[in-house]
């Protein structure tokens, strides 16, 4: 075994520390480069595809290495300038060396790839990714860690890719301007009281995470403040000059959270000043948003996005519709006035309150809610008791569809079924699993995030030999 082992080695081709000047390729599903050395496969983030780059091999496997660009020997017509100073070390962008209508092709190939690994020549045609008019400042929640540096100085920023370590960000081009002005003033306060962080390490110290939250269409804003303890120091102070300083902040929530987790917020929360949530227009329609509940974070695109679902599903009067991980319930109250009765189901308690919530709100008495597992709630709350859907609106986490779910709608057959993905991978997998009773003929991917290698995809799957 060692002898084979030794024998692999000595055929790897590319050594760590060492400088090759190698042609891109390809571009890898995160969007990073792929070069080859005799053969060997190198990943390079921050290069494009005809690029002539001169990289170090920072690690090496078996059966691939890893690199970083030292050099843009010949850059891609498609290169623009990096435009933030936090890029790339930030992560939360991976592609803005990128020009825009590049990275929306990169998107529609990403898929398509996927699409002809997994059907082979089987005809699913991948439309044009839908981008933005204007893809900045778009998102409408913001994350921010705060900490110490060496010297025991209060910071605030983003983390960098894959560390704890906060680095400070100035002038991001994906949040809200409002966002960033707005924890820079909490992270400011806290800093002149001389409040603690959050030390994960030893678990000692108050703040762990500065969120915002704004409703694009309302301008009114959630500032939550992720606590390690019952207790926010100068609380009152804070929300005093929060309320002065920025008059559209409508609501101000202290957040427990005092396990030793990566998991950013607690189960926890305390009201410190309003109501506790804000609201958001999307469509023609109003929606609560409360700290725990989830909602699309870029709500242009998820318009678009869920009027596409809505065309594509072609729900009538007749309809009985579910809408399966339903969240708030934006999609399933977009559908409810073409259908008969809609049914959702969401995990997150606290987002099917507002998704009742919601409804009432918008006047909708044709939807009802059901809180827990997509897979339990099916059977017990609807088809236990003979409630079959005629349309299944998906919209589930990146893991995708479970497989009791997938079962149970290749048992209970219905017309169609419109999926709605934040991850390409497992979209795909579904609909090959689904593909024994259900046939695509189409699927749209949309841009809900603008300058990193996500894509969202919807498409209608029907049902074969429908009567």
Same mark, same amino acid.
């Given at each position: 075994m060692q002898k084979e082992i030794r024998k692999k080695l000595t055929q790897i081709p590319v050594q760590k520390n060492q400088e090759y000047i190698v042609d891109i390729i390809d571009q890898g599903m995160d969007g990073e480069g792929i070069a080859k050395v005799e053969q060997f496969t190198i990943f390079i983030p921050n290069v494009l595809i005809g690029e002539k780059v001169k990289i170090l091999i920072v690690k090496v496997l078996h059966t691939h290495a890893f690199a970083k660009a030292l050099e843009i020997v010949i850059p891609s017509p498609h290169r623009v300038k990096e435009d933030c100073n936090s890029y790339p070390r930030c992560g939360g962008c991976n592609l803005r060396h990128m020009d825009y209508e590049a990275s929306l092709d990169f998107k529609q190939k990403k898929v398509e790839n996927l699409v002809q690994k997994t059907f082979g020549?089987?005809?699913?045609?991948?439309?044009? !990714?839908?981008? #933005?008019?204007?893809?900045?400042?778009?998102?409408?929640?913001?994350?921010?860690?705060?900490?110490?540096?060496k010297n025991g100085e209060l910071v605030w920023g983003v983390f960098a890719e894959r560390t704890h370590t906060i680095i400070p960000?100035?002038?991001?081009?994906?949040?809200? *301007?409002?966002?960033?002005?707005?924890?820079?003033?909490?992270?400011?306060?806290?800093?002149?009281?001389?409040v603690t962080a959050y030390n994960e390490k030893i678990q000692t110290g108050y703040i762990r995470h500065i969120i915002i939250k704004i409703g694009k269409n309302t301008q009114e804003i959630m500032c939550i403040i992720v606590v390690n303890g019952k207790e926010l120091p100068y609380y009152q102070e804070l929300v005093d000059m929060l309320v002065q300083r920025f008059s559209n902040v409508k609501t101000i929530i202290q957040?427990?959270?005092t396990k030793n987790t990566n998991v950013i917020l607690g189960t926890e929360n305390q009201v410190l000043y309003g109501d506790g949530y804000i609201l958001d227009i999307l469509g023609e329609y109003t929606f609560k948003i409360s700290p725990m509940s989830f909602y699309q974070v870029n709500p242009v695109q998820a318009e678009l996005l869920y009027n596409i679902a809505i065309e594509k599903a072609e729900i009538t009067k007749e309809d009985i519709v579910f809408d399966l991980y339903c969240g708030i319930g934006t999609i399933g109250i977009f559908a409810a006035k073409y259908a008969k009765k809609v049914y959702g189901i969401e995990i997150i308690e606290q987002a099917i309150e507002?998704?009742?919530?919601?409804?009432?709100?918008?006047?909708?008495?044709?939807? *009802?809610?059901?809180?827990?597992?997509?897979?339990?709630? &099916?059977?017990?709350?609807? &088809?236990?008791?003979?409630?079959?859907?005629?349309?299944v609106i998906v919209d589930p986490p990146r893991r995708g569809l479970d497989e009791n779910t997938i079962q149970n709608l290749l048992a209970i057959e219905p017309r169609k079924?419109?999926?709605?993905s934040c991850n390409p991978a497992t979209f795909?997998?579904?609909? *090959?699993?689904?593909? *024994?009773?259900?046939?695509?003929?189409?699927?749209?991917?949309?841009? #809900?995030?603008?300058?990193?290698?996500?894509?969202? !995809?919807?498409? &209608?799957?029907?049902?074969k030999n429908y009567q």
């Amino acid at each position: 075994m060692q002898k084979e082992i030794r024998k692999k080695l000595t055929q790897i081709p590319v050594q760590k520390n060492q400088e090759y000047i190698v042609d891109i390729i390809d571009q890898g599903m995160d969007g990073e480069g792929i070069a080859k050395v005799e053969q060997f496969t190198i990943f390079i983030p921050n290069v494009l595809i005809g690029e002539k780059v001169k990289i170090l091999i920072v690690k090496v496997l078996h059966t691939h290495a890893f690199a970083k660009a030292l050099e843009i020997v010949i850059p891609s017509p498609h290169r623009v300038k990096e435009d933030c100073n936090s890029y790339p070390r930030c992560g939360g962008c991976n592609l803005r060396h990128m020009d825009y209508e590049a990275s929306l092709d990169f998107k529609q190939k990403k898929v398509e790839n996927l699409v002809q690994k997994t059907f082979g020549k089987e005809k699913i045609n991948v439309q044009k !990714t839908i981008g #933005m008019g204007n893809p900045y400042h778009y998102r409408n929640k913001a994350q921010y860690p705060v900490g110490q540096d060496k010297n025991g100085e209060l910071v605030w920023g983003v983390f960098a890719e894959r560390t704890h370590t906060i680095i400070p960000i100035r002038d991001c081009k994906i949040q809200d *301007e409002q966002s960033e002005q707005i924890a820079y003033a909490i992270y400011q306060f806290l800093k002149s009281k001389k409040v603690t962080a959050y030390n994960e390490k030893i678990q000692t110290g108050y703040i762990r995470h500065i969120i915002i939250k704004i409703g694009k269409n309302t301008q009114e804003i959630m500032c939550i403040i992720v606590v390690n303890g019952k207790e926010l120091p100068y609380y009152q102070e804070l929300v005093d000059m929060l309320v002065q300083r920025f008059s559209n902040v409508k609501t101000i929530i202290q957040n427990i959270n005092t396990k030793n987790t990566n998991v950013i917020l607690g189960t926890e929360n305390q009201v410190l000043y309003g109501d506790g949530y804000i609201l958001d227009i999307l469509g023609e329609y109003t929606f609560k948003i409360s700290p725990m509940s989830f909602y699309q974070v870029n709500p242009v695109q998820a318009e678009l996005l869920y009027n596409i679902a809505i065309e594509k599903a072609e729900i009538t009067k007749e309809d009985i519709v579910f809408d399966l991980y339903c969240g708030i319930g934006t999609i399933g109250i977009f559908a409810a006035k073409y259908a008969k009765k809609v049914y959702g189901i969401e995990i997150i308690e606290q987002a099917i309150e507002d998704a009742k919530e919601n409804a009432k709100i918008n006047q909708i008495d044709n939807i *009802e809610f059901f809180a827990g597992d997509v897979e339990k709630v &099916l059977y017990k709350k609807l &088809l236990g008791k003979n409630i079959f859907p005629d349309v299944v609106i998906v919209d589930p986490p990146r893991r995708g569809l479970d497989e009791n779910t997938i079962q149970n709608l290749l048992a209970i057959e219905p017309r169609k079924i419109v999926y709605i993905s934040c991850n390409p991978a497992t979209f795909i997998r579904d609909i *090959e699993l689904l593909s *024994e009773k259900y046939e695509t003929s189409e699927i749209q991917p949309v841009d #809900m995030f603008p300058f990193t290698s996500h894509v969202e !995809t919807v498409a &209608l799957l029907e049902l074969k030999n429908y009567q």
